[in-house]
């Protein structure tokens, strides 16, 4: 579909605008500080800060080229009995839903929402609407996007960033249910217990 080039920057800018810009605004303003709190330090939280922000780098770096020099598509290493409409347009609907879900898992957190592991201040335990059913669902939704993505236009190299935002994501929870657990105690155990890590 050669609207294609013109639907994905689209779709990515949305994801850009209202998962990073509008949501870090509104909690900035609720808590006072910037909710991106991705760790600089020389350990595992600071290595998978790293590696988080290379894949998203990647992510939008395939999207400019695949819109901007649709001809580098074929260096990509295409899969071309994946390449259907209907696969495609379940990617794109895929795409859709993941970035309403994921907002909505944001606004659900409220001001809880951080980009990373807050160490200097304590937020709340958010266990209701989405959460009660899902203990990452903004983790779900982006695991849905990457695979909206390879849907969309399945390639050697979108099917290695779903697999490597897969790993990344894997690690950043048991990161985040590690801290979790110091913070909150018997609360998240409980809730943990209750519900699913993802779906």
Known sequence: MAALK?????????????????????????????PVVLSKEDNAHGLIAKYFSA????????????????????YFLPIPYLQ????????????????????AAQVNMRKSWRIGIDEQQKTELV????????????????????????????????????AMGYVLIQIQVRLEEEFLLKMHGQSYSDYRRGVRRFI
């Open 6 to 34: 013109y639907i994905l920057p689209a779709v990515f800018a949305l994801y850009f605008i209202f998962l990073f810009l509008v949501r870090s605004i509104a909690v900035s303003r609720q808590i006072g500080k910037s």
């Open 55 to 74: 894949w998203m780098l990647l992510l939008g770096l395939y999207v400019a080229v695949f819109s901007c020099y649709p001809s580098a598509y074929g």
């Open 84 to 103: 259907l409409g209907s696969l495609e347009a379940t990617g794109i609907i895929i795409l859709i839903l993941a970035l309403v879900w994921t907002y």
């Open 127 to 162: 266990t209701t609407g989405i959460f009660s059913f899902s203990r990452n669902p903004i983790y779900v939704g982006m695991m849905a996007a990457v695979t909206g993505l390879f849907l969309v236009t399945p390639n050697g190299f979108t099917l290695l960033l779903m």
